[in-house]
C-alpha cells in the first residue's frame, strides 16, 4: 500500500450528509483525480470517493509511456497525480466503498457502506477495471517481477527476453504482436484453442518461431527473490507436466470492469463495460463514466486521465444549464 501522505481524518470530514453535492467522482484513479482536478478548477463543489488511490496504477511496475514524464514508478505517478490535487484540495474520502446509487427528483443518493448516504446532483463513474487473474502459484508473488498484464504499457522493459504470453483471444495475439519488436523468444500457453479473430491469427503466422502451448494449463509461475525465472504448465493432450525457462509472463485473459453496482442503472454491454458517448455521458442523465470502466477500447493510464478531463468539462456543462 502507498504512503500517499493524506490525512483522511480532515477529508473526510468534508462529506456531510447535509451537504448537495454538485459532483460526486466515484473512484480514485487516474481518471476520477483528473476530473476532480478540472471540475475544482472550475468551481465546482466535487469530492471523490474512493477505495483507494492509484486504480491500475497498483498493478503497473515502470511507466515509460506518458508524455513528459520518463521511466516513472506506478506508485511515483499516482503520488504526483495526488499531489497535485491536494494543493487545490479536492475533498477526497478514503477507504469509502460505494454499495448503492439511486436517483430520485434528479438527485443522486450514494450509499456507502458505513451507512452513510451522500446527495448530488451529478455523478462520475470511474472505477476501472481489474485484470482477469490464473489464481496460480507464485502470480502474485511476481507481479510486476516478470507478472505483467499490461503489454502496451510493459513490453519494452523485457527487451531480448523470452516472455510467455497466457490467453487465446484478441487481446492474447494482440500482446503477441506488441512483442514481437522487444521480445528474444514469446511463447504462447492457452487452456484451449485460439478465439482470437482470423485477421489476428494470419498475423501470428507470420511471426517467425511463435512457440504456441494450446490446451495447455499454467500450474504454477516460479523463480527466486527478485524475479520469475520459469513456469509448470500442464500439457493436457498428452497428460504431462512441462516446465519452461521465462523472464516474462504476460496475462492477457480480459479485464472485469468495476461496474456491477450501477448496472441496473445504465447501459452496459456483453462485457459488463459501461456504455458512454463521445461526453462521456452514460444512458442515465446527469451519471457520466470514464477511463477502464466504460466501452473504450484502449485500456492506458493516458486515456482515462483524458477521459476523466473529458467527462468533467462535460458535467460542468452540464451543471452550467
Not at 477505495?51 to 504526483?80: A, P, R
Not at 516460479?222 to 516446465?243: A, C, V
Request: hydrophobic letters at 35%; aromatic letters at 6%; one cysteine or more.
Amino acid at each position: 500500500m502507498f504512503d500517499f501522505n493524506l490525512n483522511k481524518s480532515n477529508s473526510n470530514s468534508k462529506f456531510s450528509s447535509d451537504l448537495l453535492w454538485d459532483t460526486l467522482i466515484v473512484g480514485g484513479g487516474p481518471s476520477g483525480l483528473n476530473a476532480g482536478l478540472y471540475l475544482i478548477r472550475k468551481g465546482k463543489n466535487v469530492g471523490v470517493l474512493t477505495s483507494e488511490i492509484g486504480g491500475q496504477l497498483h498493478n503497473t511496475s515502470d511507466v515509460d509511456n506518458y508524455i513528459g514524464l520518463k521511466k516513472l514508478k506506478g506508485s511515483e505517478l499516482s503520488s504526483s497525480f495526488l499531489d497535485h490535487v491536494n494543493d487545490l484540495e479536492l475533498p477526497i474520502m478514503q477507504d469509502a466503498t460505494v454499495t448503492n446509487i439511486v436517483k430520485q427528483k434528479n438527485i443522486f443518493l450514494i450509499t456507502l457502506e458505513s451507512g452513510i448516504v451522500l446527495k448530488s446532483k451529478t455523478v462520475l463513474f470511474a472505477t476501472g477495471g481489474s485484470p482477469r487473474r490464473l489464481n496460480v502459484s507464485g502470480e502474485k508473488k511476481y507481479q510486476n517481477k516478470g507478472v505483467s498484464y499490461c503489454t502496451t504499457c510493459d513490453a519494452p522493459f523485457f527487451k531480448g527476453k523470452h516472455v510467455v504470453v497466457a490467453g487465446g483471444g484478441n487481446s492474447a495475439a494482440e500482446a503477441v504482436i506488441d512483442l514481437v519488436p522487444y521480445a528474444s523468444k514469446i511463447s504462447v500457453i492457452h487452456r484451449s484453442q485460439w478465439r482470437a479473430d482470423e485477421i489476428l491469427l494470419e498475423k501470428l503466422k507470420q511471426i517467425k518461431d511463435l512457440d504456441v502451448h494450446l490446451n495447455s494449463q499454467i500450474l504454477e509461475i516460479k523463480g527466486d527473490n527478485n524475479s520469475m525465472r520459469s513456469i509448470s504448465f500442464l500439457d493436457k493432450n498428452r497428460n504431462i507436466e512441462k516446465e519452461m525457462n521465462a523472464e516474462g509472463l504476460f496475462i492477457e485473459i480480459g479485464n472485469i470492469p468495476n461496474s456491477k453496482i450501477i448496472r441496473d442503472l445504465v447501459e452496459t454491454n456483453s462485457s459488463g463495460e459501461i456504455i458512454v458517448n463521445d461526453l462521456q455521458e452514460t444512458s442515465l442523465i446527469g451519471m457520466y463514466a470514464s477511463g477502464d470502466v466504460t466501452n473504450q477500447p484502449f485500456k492506458q493510464i493516458i486515456i482515462a486521465t483524458g477521459e476523466g478531463a473529458k467527462a468533467a468539462l462535460s458535467i460542468n456543462k452540464y451543471l452550467n444549464k
